[in-house]
């Protein structure tokens, strides 16, 4: 009798609490405004509100930042560098001096060449001087024709102007060694050191960052949306998370060899902020509509049906629709605002079908 007593104990206790969990259950089902008999065979959707705004049909294009000069100095004379004057991140002026290259076998050329352009600076003086007495005693009928076309002959034949291109020639190879910047900027590559042998490369980089561009090669039914001097937002994330302003400063007149046409965008850039090589995105417009009845996109399904809630229940619209963005679309005809839309559960609903709202039923 004991063990029946206990046995009995042990199944009350079960019950009691089957029959709290159950009225837990009910008593959570039945939380809200709606009882729980209401919840029961409903379905549990997501809505949003129709609402009047502004919708934007809008095409990304993306590209690669481009300093708005990017120049590589090559030296117009070879030799073994004496000096380097900058570093990597200096600001340059244009005409600065970058490097030196040694000068020393050119001052010797120089000294030969000036050597040799004096003495037959003095012989041609002396020619022309002799020259000079001829041109007298010739008119005098003093010398003959003969004499006088030799002394003539001597003047042309010094080879003086030859001797000055000589000594310019070494001398614009001295001036060549001083490598200087052909543009103004920030050094972004310096590729010697005193040392090395320079003239087969590049010795340094310069960029200038003060403005920068962004050639976005676009499709032809989206350049005629593209006007000179129109104003676009360019999105760089990796400098920040605010758009720039950039501005079209080139619009192309025939397409590239892709059949797109590069638009080049130039962008403000005083605090340096944007490098050269940062990915960028453009927001380019094609249409925009205001005061539209706008819907999540998720509202509407491939059928172009819509669920209105009215009450504990949905009625199936079909809807036409307009333009799109990425989150909402344009219901032209169907719905009116205020309309609250079902957005996430709809594809278990038919027209009629009992749901309850799981959120706030504002518009997301």
Same mark, same amino acid.
């Given at each position: 009798?004991?063990?029946?007593?206990?046995?009995?104990?042990?199944?009350?206790?079960?019950?009691?609490?089957?029959?709290?969990?159950?009225?837990?259950?009910?008593?959570?089902?039945?939380?809200?405004?709606?009882?729980?008999?209401?919840?029961?065979?409903?379905?549990?959707?997501?809505?949003?509100?129709?609402?009047?705004?502004?919708?934007?049909?809008?095409?990304?294009?993306?590209?690669?930042?481009?300093?708005?000069?990017?120049?590589?100095?090559?030296?117009?004379?070879?030799?073994?560098?004496?000096?380097?004057?900058?570093?990597?991140?200096?600001?340059?002026?244009?005409?600065?001096?970058?490097?030196?290259?040694?000068?020393?076998?050119?001052?010797?050329?120089?000294?030969?060449?000036?050597?040799?352009?004096?003495?037959?600076?003095?012989?041609?003086?002396?020619?022309?001087?002799?020259?000079?007495?001829?041109?007298?005693?010739?008119?005098?009928?003093?010398?003959?024709?003969?004499? =006088?076309?030799?002394?003539?002959?001597?003047?042309?034949?010094?080879?003086?102007?030859?001797?000055?291109?000589?000594?310019?020639?070494?001398?614009?190879?001295?001036?060549?060694?001083?490598?200087?910047?052909?543009?103004?900027?920030?050094?972004?590559?310096?590729?010697?050191?005193?040392?090395?042998?320079?003239?087969?490369?590049?010795?340094?980089?310069?960029?200038?960052?003060?403005?920068?561009?962004?050639?976005?090669?676009?499709?032809?039914?989206?350049?005629?949306?593209?006007?000179?001097?129109?104003?676009?937002?360019?999105?760089?994330?990796?400098?920040?998370?605010?758009? =720039?302003?950039?501005?079209?400063?080139?619009?192309?007149?025939?397409?590239?060899?892709?059949?797109?046409?590069?638009?080049?965008?130039?962008?403000?850039?005083?605090?340096?902020?944007?490098?050269?090589?940062? =990915?960028?995105?453009?927001?380019?417009?094609?249409?925009?509509?205001?005061?539209?009845?706008?819907?999540?996109?998720?509202?509407?399904?491939?059928?172009?049906?819509?669920?209105?809630?009215?009450?504990?229940?949905?009625?199936?619209?079909?809807?036409?629709?307009?333009?799109?963005?990425?989150?909402?679309?344009?219901?032209?005809?169907?719905?009116?605002?205020?309309?609250?839309?079902?957005?996430?559960?709809?594809?278990?609903?038919?027209?009629?079908?009992?749901?309850?709202?799981?959120?706030?039923?504002?518009?997301?």
């Amino acid at each position: 009798m004991e063990k029946v007593r206990k046995s009995h104990g042990k199944g009350l206790s079960i019950g009691l609490l089957l029959a709290l969990a159950c009225c837990c259950l009910m008593g959570l089902a039945g939380c809200g405004d709606e009882p729980a008999e209401q919840v029961e065979n409903s379905t549990a959707v997501e809505t949003a509100v129709a609402e009047s705004g502004t919708i934007v049909d809008a095409t990304v294009v993306r590209g690669n930042i481009q300093a708005s000069e990017d120049v590589y100095v090559v030296p117009k004379a070879q030799g073994v560098v004496r000096s380097v004057a900058v570093s990597v991140g200096d600001s340059i002026a244009n005409g600065q001096t970058i490097c030196q290259i040694d000068t020393v076998d050119l001052q010797t050329s120089l000294a030969l060449a000036q050597t040799q352009y004096n003495t037959l600076k003095s012989a041609y003086d002396d020619a022309v001087r002799n020259l000079e007495r001829y041109t007298a005693l010739y008119k005098e009928g003093a010398v003959s024709q003969a004499q =006088f076309e030799q002394a003539q002959s001597a003047v042309n034949n010094i080879g003086l102007d030859a001797a000055r291109l000589q000594v310019q020639s070494v001398q614009d190879q001295i001036n060549n060694c001083n490598v200087k910047s052909t543009a103004s900027g920030i050094v972004a590559e310096v590729k010697v050191n005193p040392g090395d042998m320079a003239g087969t490369s590049y010795v340094a980089r310069v960029v200038d960052i003060d403005k920068v561009k962004l050639t976005a090669n676009v499709t032809e039914n989206l350049v005629s949306c593209i006007k000179q001097g129109m104003e676009l937002p360019v999105h760089i994330e990796s400098a920040s998370s605010e758009p =720039f302003t950039g501005v079209v400063t080139s619009l192309p007149v025939a397409a590239n060899q892709t059949m797109t046409y590069p638009v080049e965008i130039t962008i403000d850039n005083p605090d340096h902020v944007i490098m050269a090589g940062m =990915f960028a995105e453009v927001d380019v417009v094609r249409d925009e509509v205001q005061d539209s009845l706008l819907v999540p996109k998720r509202a509407v399904d491939s059928n172009n049906i819509v669920y209105v809630v009215e009450g504990d229940h949905v009625r199936a619209v079909t809807v036409e629709t307009g333009m799109s963005d990425d989150e909402n679309i344009e219901i032209t005809s169907g719905l009116n605002a205020g309309d609250t839309v079902v957005t996430a559960g709809a594809y278990l609903l038919s027209d009629g079908a009992k749901v309850h709202v799981v959120n706030s039923g504002a518009a997301e």
